[in-house]
């Protein structure tokens, strides 16, 4: 299936908080209560249309465990959109938010759109972190926010597309060179040479990588 850009996203967060769940339910809209635990990284892809454009988001899953620690950082390189995601129920995947962002921020584009993503709304009652501590985390860091269920499925799909739309909106505003691979965005082929495949003049290309 054509589309007109591929964005190339990471998950990234504590082991334990659901980031295998997150894409599952994302890519195969179901929920897989006991999951091994990752080892390495884990792949994923799904098309998405932002604005009446279709996106595809080659997800990499990556594990939680500090062992596995150097392998995810070389899968930093070349994101272009990344899930933080803390679990709601455990106070110190929360804690740690600031050194998995330092990470990114060390080893990514400086100009990765990233969205904090508090996991297992669906058990509130268990919860020890608030709400108003996940916004003021986001609102602080520039990160996109919201809370979400992978058991449910609330608000799965919009962590995703919330950050394709950012990053999006920053191709338009030409923050991104998209003829550099490096920023973890691939031009589709042309689908059309209406207005639509002119549009900010990435389209105009004769295609592109289409993996």
């Known amino acids: 299936m054509s589309y007109d850009y591929l964005f190339k996203y990471i998950i990234i967060g504590d082991t334990g908080v659901g980031k295998s769940c997150l894409l599952l339910q994302f890519t195969d ?3 897989q ?5 990752t080892i390495g990284v884990e792949f994923g892809a799904k098309m ?23 392998i995810t950082r070389s899968y930093y390189r070349g994101a272009a959109g990344a899930l933080l995601v803390y679990d709601i129920t455990r106070r110190e995947t929360f804690n740690h938010l600031a ?24 058990l509130a009652h268990r919860r020890a972190v608030t709400k108003e501590e ?18 449910t499925s609330q608000n799965v799909n919009e ?12 191709i ?3 923050v991104f060179d998209v003829s550099n ?8 082929h042309v689908r059309t040479t209406g207005p639509q495949a002119t549009r900010n003049g990435t389209m105009t290309q004769g295609g592109g990588c289409c993996s």
Do not use: Y
């Open 99 to 122: 050194r998995w962002l330092e990470d990114a921020r060390q080893h990514a584009s400086p100009n990765m759109a990233i969205a904090l993503i508090g996991n297992k709304c669906d």
């Open 33 to 37: 209560p006991v999951h091994d635990l």
């Open 134 to 151: 996940g916004e003021q985390f986001a609102k602080e860091n520039g990160l996109i926010f919201m809370e979400a269920s992978a058991r």
């Open 29 to 31: 809209q179901r929920f």
């Open 48 to 70: 998405v249309t932002i604005d009446t454009r279709p996106i595809k988001l080659q997800i990499w899953d990556t594990a939680g465990q500090e062992a596995f620690r150097s």
């Open 181 to 188: 691979e490096s920023s973890g965005i691939k031009v589709g």
């Open 159 to 170: 962590a995703f597309t919330s950050t394709a739309k950012r990053i999006l909106q920053n």
């Open 172 to 174: 338009q505003d030409g």
